[in-house]
T-cell receptor, first 116, second 115 residues
Framework: AQKVTQAQTEISVVEKEDVTLDCVYE???????LFWYKQPPSGELVFLIR??????QNEISGRYSWNFQKSTSSFNFTITASQVVDSAVYFCALSEEETSYDKVIFGPGTSLSVIP | EPEVTQTPSHQVTQMGQEVILRCVPISNHLYFYWYRQILGQKVEFLVS????????KSEIFDDQFSVERPDGSNFTLKIRSTKLEDSAMYFCASSERQIIYNEQFFGPGTRLTVL
């Protein structure tokens, strides 16, 4: 079974629209960490955020915001006023206490296209 | 700004050959990782390495794979006898401490093509 599910394979939005990327995870651990990474067309992987399972406070960083809801095992990522430079594949990922947090399990990714 | 580097950027090899992919992590980092990404698919964890030993590995990381930190700077991934399905982009990453404390920095990747 997938530990990290990103149900949206591809999303297209018009520039300046808001977009939310969904992430649902599955774990038996009570302590775990969740991450979002960005992979632009150039191919590199860029860390965006890390959140631990005890911190359910939403986080905002500029146009990016993250909504962590333990009750639904979701860690969704919203981009406000999207820009063409946001076009990329976005991966949600999980790291669990049972692997001493040394193993990162990535979701399948959501490919976001922002159309000018 | 310090960065993780990887060589070569593209490696083409024949099935059954051994390949070594090289990475130079950021100098004060202590945790090292290899991931792979088959074209168009998700990023898959292969192995993590700390204090000169493997700390975690995935099911993909079988006996054909090995990692080594031969000196103070390089971190290598060896595939002993490559298979067609090993064709992928291989990313090295490093972090100063465990990734729950510090950001993980990725290298640009090595594209491995097995013919």
């Amino acid at each position: 079974a997938q530990k990290v599910t990103q149900a949206q394979t591809e999303i297209s939005v018009v520039e300046k629209e808001d977009v939310t990327l969904d992430c649902v995870y599955e774990t038996r651990d009570t302590t775990y960490y969740l991450f979002w990474y960005k992979q632009p067309p150039s191919g590199e992987l860029v860390f965006l955020i890390r959140r631990n399972s005890f911190d359910e406070q939403n986080e905002i960083s500029g146009r990016y915001s993250w909504n962590f809801q333990k009750s639904t095992s979701s860690f969704n990522f919203t981009i406000t006023a999207s820009q063409v430079v946001d076009s990329a594949v976005y991966f949600c990922a999980l790291s669990e206490e049972e692997t001493s947090y040394d193993k990162v399990i990535f979701g399948p990714g959501t490919s976001l296209s922002v159309i000018p | 700004e310090p960065e993780v580097t990887q060589t070569p950027s593209h490696q083409v090899t024949q099935m059954g050959q051994e390949v070594i992919l090289r990475c130079v992590p950021i100098s004060n980092h202590l945790y090292f990782y290899w991931y792979r990404q088959i074209l168009g698919q998700k990023v898959e964890f292969l192995v993590s390495f700390y204090n000169n030993e493997i700390s975690e590995k995935s099911e993909i990381f079988d006996d054909q794979f090995s990692v080594e930190r031969p000196d103070g700077s390089n971190f290598t991934l060896k595939i002993r006898s490559t298979k067609l399905e090993d064709s992928a982009m291989y990313f090295c990453a490093s972090s100063e401490r465990q990734i729950i404390y510090n950001e993980q920095f990725f290298g640009p990747g090595t594209r491995l093509t097995v013919l």
